[in-house]
């Protein structure tokens, strides 16, 4: 009877092999990589040997081709240790798909294999200044000269900017609105590339966050994804998965909160009580992990329609990443409160992940606009 709503034993393998990676490789250093805004490439690429950089990237281009509830179950461990490694990791992945997935044979020969290793890394650039939640708005344009494009414009909020070497940007090819839109893969070197600062952020101090610039840079056709108008239905298709991993990442963080929660609450003493035999206490921890694990289940579920392509896998996608964005910023935030004053120093863990949570409801669609998906599903059957 409950065969349907658990892991598989090969899902089991993955996430230990995943939580293993995370206690050796992660969870020690990322105090470290925050306080001192370090990019921890060697680790990133570690991951890779792993599978980890080409998780539902097709066998054939050498990736392990592994379906979307796999995929959040690696991002959720990755995160227990660090979410700002997990997410960017998750990022690659959404560009190595979209390249797998829709690119021809000649471009993925020429790109995937360094993206499978990592020895290249790709962002995904969908932000701009003026165009965030209002994507289909974007202004960045490609305009046709012989067997190039000429590419203008300004990326912005993009993660692993100016150390990446890959781009996969959406640009318009054609007139106003989403048909209009096409997917180019830009390299780094192309003369007219350029990255401004690096964005001084609440969180994510792990990972490099610019704006990509865009000055007559000559892209060649060849290095389209697919044909022209349809880089916003990759786009779309790409944050389905995009969701449900920085979905997985919040609750990877959170997990990690409450778990120092309770051994906290079990050591400390006020009133020559432990704090975690209070009744108030446990019911917030009562309360923390309920919430959790109901998230859990609902991502759990998004991910499988989403590997299945199901016809509400949008839908579902976009509930999962606003429940458990929302329901992790929660759960930190409480984390944070049962620590007291000590919650509040970067001695303890629980601060960075309360701030590094907080962006995920902003990024991948912010929760507004997964409301706005979801109701405008729902009234329009």
């Avoid at 998750?90 to 294999?113: C, F, T, V």
């Avoid at 880089?231 to 298709?237: K, L, V």
């Avoid at 979905?247 to 975690?276: H, N, P």
């Amino acid at each position: 009877m409950t065969d349907q709503f658990d892991l598989t034993d090969e899902q089991r393998e993955i996430q230990a092999l995943a939580q293993r990676f995370t206690a050796d490789r992660i969870t020690p250093f990322a105090a470290e990589w925050d306080e001192k805004h370090i990019f921890p490439r060697d680790t990133i690429k570690a991951a890779a040997e792993l599978g980890f950089a080409a998780i539902y990237v097709s066998e054939e281009s050498g990736g392990i081709n592994l379906g979307r509830l796999e995929a959040a179950l690696i991002m959720e461990a990755m995160a227990y240790g660090c979410p700002t490694t997990s997410a960017f990791i998750s990022i690659h992945n959404m560009a190595s798909w979209i390249i797998d997935r829709h690119g021809s044979a000649e471009l993925k020969g020429r790109y995937l294999p360094d993206l499978v290793t990592m020895d290249r890394i790709a962002s995904y650039c969908l932000t701009e200044p003026g165009s965030g939640s209002d994507a289909a708005a974007l202004k960045t344009s490609a305009y046709r000269d012989g067997d190039e494009y000429i590419v203008n414009g300004t990326k912005q909020f993009i993660s692993g900017a100016g150390e990446n070497e890959l781009y996969v940007t959406m640009v318009r090819t054609g007139a106003e609105g989403p048909k209009g839109i096409s997917c180019l893969v830009i390299e780094k070197d192309m003369p007219g590339v350029s990255f401004g600062a690096n964005e001084r952020k609440l969180g994510w101090h792990a990972q490099p966050t610019r704006a990509v610039t865009f000055d007559n840079v000559r892209v060649p056709v060849a290095n389209r994804v697919g044909q022209e108008g349809e880089g916003f239905r990759f786009a779309m298709a790409g944050l389905d998965g995009g969701r449900l991993n920085i979905g997985a990442c919040s609750l990877g963080g959170a997990q990690r909160c409450l778990d120092e929660t309770i051994t906290y609450t079990k050591d400390r003493k006020q009133f020559g009580t432990a704090v975690s035999d209070f009744q108030n206490t446990q019911f917030m921890l009562a309360d923390m992990e309920t919430e959790l694990q109901a998230a859990r289940c609902l991502l759990y579920v998004a991910a499988a329609k989403v590997s299945a392509n199901a016809p509400d896998k949008t839908r579902f996608a976009a509930m999962a990443k606003r429940l458990a964005t929302d329901t992790g910023s929660s759960v930190v935030d409480r984390a944070l409160q049962l620590h007291g004053g000590y919650g509040y120093l970067m001695d303890y863990p629980i601060e960075r992940f309360w701030r590094d949570l907080r962006v995920h409801s902003i990024l991948e669609g912010t929760n507004q606009v997964m409301r706005m998906i979801i109701g405008r599903e729902l009234v329009r059957h």
